[in-house]
Each structure stands twice: as structure tokens, then as C-alpha cells.
């Protein structure tokens, strides 16, 4: 089933890049990328043997990029289609959350110049990267001690830690809403 939603995973990560996205951008995605899992399952391979590998890998990477590519074409028609939501609810969105991405740049414009600037869109990856070493470190770490390869283990534990405490660091450098009304801005 994960395969049938993974063509929904662009549009979320847009909202917080481009205010042009809405909710018809979200429903289509979703809706979009079953309805292409399943024409791929039940048309593409059921009727025309399309894909029909012996290695299921070629099968999934296929099918994964396709959904992928089908389901963002279809939220892109979507949202440029349809209405924009209102500039009001995007500014009271932008203030509330304070995005990062260049999409949203006429709508910082039009919160005024006493709205916070959002975080470099740089150091959020970096310190989602950072976080996703830190996490993967761990599991890895407890994989290796539960076969007993104790000197990986130890490495993969020094790398989560490493990751751990430079992802913490990072994350305060973050601009967050909390600190943001306690600075006293307007944030409703």
C-alpha cells in the first residue's frame, strides 16, 4: 500500500516552498497517486505486461518513479487550475509558520517588514540531513549489537551521538513560533 501514496510526499513538501499550493493540490495528489498505482497494477501489467521482470527491483523502481512523475503532473494541473487560496489566510498561514521557501516570497512582502524572515532553507536541510544521521546512527548502532559486531556498533553509536547533539544545536539556530510570540510578534 505505501507505494500506492508515495506520489502525495511532493506536494507536502511544496506547501512549505511555493504559497501556491492548496487543498485541491493535496486531494489530487492523493487521489492521483492511487489511481496511477493502480492503472500501472491492473492495466500496465495485468493487461499489457509491461514490467514483467524477473527482478522485482526493476519492477518497483518502475512503478515508484512513474507514480511519482504521474502523481506531480497531476497535483501541478491541479493547482494551476484551480483558485489560490486568499491572500489573507496565506498571510496569516506565513505568520503562524513562517515557511522558508522562495515560493512564498510575495506573500513575506506583503506581511510587512516586521515579520520575521524564516530560517535559510540551506539549514533546515542541513539539520534534517543531521537528524536523519542521528536517527539511521542509532538504528544501525542497535542492529550491529543485536549481531554482536561490537566495533561497528561502537562507530554507528559515536555517529549518532555526533549527529544527535549537531542536530540540537543546529535546530535552536531555527527560527520557531514559540520564540517568536515570546519576542512579542503577532502571531494569530
Given at each position: 500500500?505505501?507505494?500506492?501514496?508515495?506520489?502525495?510526499?511532493?506536494?507536502?513538501?511544496?506547501?512549505?516552498?511555493?504559497?501556491?499550493?492548496?487543498?485541491?493540490?493535496?486531494?489530487?495528489?492523493?487521489?492521483?497517486?492511487?489511481?496511477?498505482?493502480?492503472?500501472?497494477?491492473?492495466?500496465?501489467i495485468k493487461r499489457f505486461h509491461i514490467w514483467e521482470a524477473e527482478d522485482d527491483w526493476v519492477y518497483v523502481g518502475h512503478k515508484l518513479i512513474t507514480?511519482?512523475?504521474?502523481?506531480?503532473?497531476?497535483?501541478?494541473?491541479?493547482?494551476?487550475?484551480?483558485?489560490?487560496?486568499?491572500?489573507?489566510?496565506?498571510?496569516?498561514?506565513?505568520?503562524?509558520?513562517?515557511?522558508?521557501?522562495?515560493?512564498w516570497n510575495r506573500i513575506r512582502k506583503l506581511c510587512g517588514d516586521d515579520t520575521p524572515k524564516p530560517s535559510s532553507l540551506g539549514r533546515i536541510l542541513?539539520?534534517?540531513?543531521?537528524?536523519?544521521?542521528?536517527?539511521?546512527?542509532?538504528?544501525?548502532?542497535?542492529?550491529?549489537?543485536?549481531?554482536?559486531?561490537?566495533?561497528?556498533?561502537?562507530?554507528?553509536?559515536?555517529?549518532?551521538?555526533?549527529?544527535?547533539?549537531?542536530?540540537?544545536?543546529?535546530?535552536?539556530?531555527?527560527?520557531?513560533?514559540?520564540?517568536?510570540?515570546?519576542?512579542?510578534?503577532?502571531?494569530?
Open positions: 500500500m505505501p507505494m500506492y501514496l508515495i506520489g502525495g510526499v511532493l506536494v507536502f513538501v511544496f506547501r512549505w516552498l511555493w504559497s501556491r499550493t492548496n487543498i485541491w493540490s493535496e486531494i489530487s495528489a492523493m487521489v492521483g497517486s492511487l489511481v496511477i498505482a493502480l492503472l500501472i497494477d491492473f492495466v500496465l507514480v511519482l512523475v504521474g502523481t506531480t503532473a497531476v497535483w501541478l494541473i491541479t493547482t494551476l487550475l484551480t483558485r489560490p487560496v486568499d491572500d489573507k489566510t496565506l498571510v496569516k498561514f506565513y505568520k503562524h509558520t513562517i515557511p522558508p521557501g522562495p515560493g542541513l539539520t534534517w540531513l543531521v537528524g536523519i544521521f542521528g536517527l539511521y546512527g542509532l538504528l544501525s548502532a542497535i542492529g550491529y549489537v543485536v549481531v554482536c559486531r561490537w566495533g561497528i556498533a561502537c562507530i554507528m553509536f559515536v555517529v549518532s551521538a555526533l549527529s544527535t547533539i549537531a542536530y540540537f544545536k543546529l535546530y535552536n539556530t531555527l527560527t520557531h513560533y514559540d520564540d517568536l510570540e515570546q519576542e512579542g510578534y503577532d502571531v494569530q
